[in-house]
């Protein structure tokens, strides 16, 4: 089942940049814990960057200073922005998102968080 639905894949050559959107359902109350992750073929899928209704952020090391995870809550559109990609960044990218109470958060092992809505995702290629 699609729940939300990525966008902003594509081919790109290693130290360009790419954005990636995520259309996320609207809440009108609530708190949220959203997130990307990576997976190649063959795999295990990957933690990439983490967001809650505190603006924390978390990054796997490989991403950290070159990607930069935000949102953009009044048009329920989850970003992550990517720089500086190399040829090891190639996967298919997929949004998660987790809603609960006011005060719901994003946990220090958010990647291992089974996440209730998931988009389809989006392919990028980085090549060299």
């Known amino acids: 089942q699609v729940q939300l639905q990525e966008s902003g894949g594509g081919s790109v050559q290693a130290g360009g940049s790419l954005r990636l959107s995520c259309a996320v359902p609207a809440s009108t109350r609530g708190d949220y814990c959203m997130a990307w992750f990576r997976q190649v073929p063959g795999a295990e899928r990957e933690g990439v960057a983490s967001?809650?209704?505190?603006?924390?952020?978390d990054y796997t090391h490989s991403v950290r200073g070159r990607f930069t995870i935000s949102q953009d809550n009044a048009n329920n559109t989850l970003y992550l922005q990517m720089s500086s990609l190399k040829p090891e960044d190639t996967a298919m990218y997929y949004c998660?998102?987790?809603?609960?109470?006011?005060?719901?958060?994003?946990?220090?092992?958010?990647?291992?968080?089974?996440?209730?809505?998931w988009g389809q995702g989006t392919q990028v290629t980085v090549s060299s």
């Open positions: 967001i809650d209704g505190a603006s924390a952020t």
């Open positions: 998660a998102a987790d809603f609960g109470p006011s005060g719901y958060r994003c946990g220090r092992n958010w990647y291992q968080f089974a996440f209730h809505y």
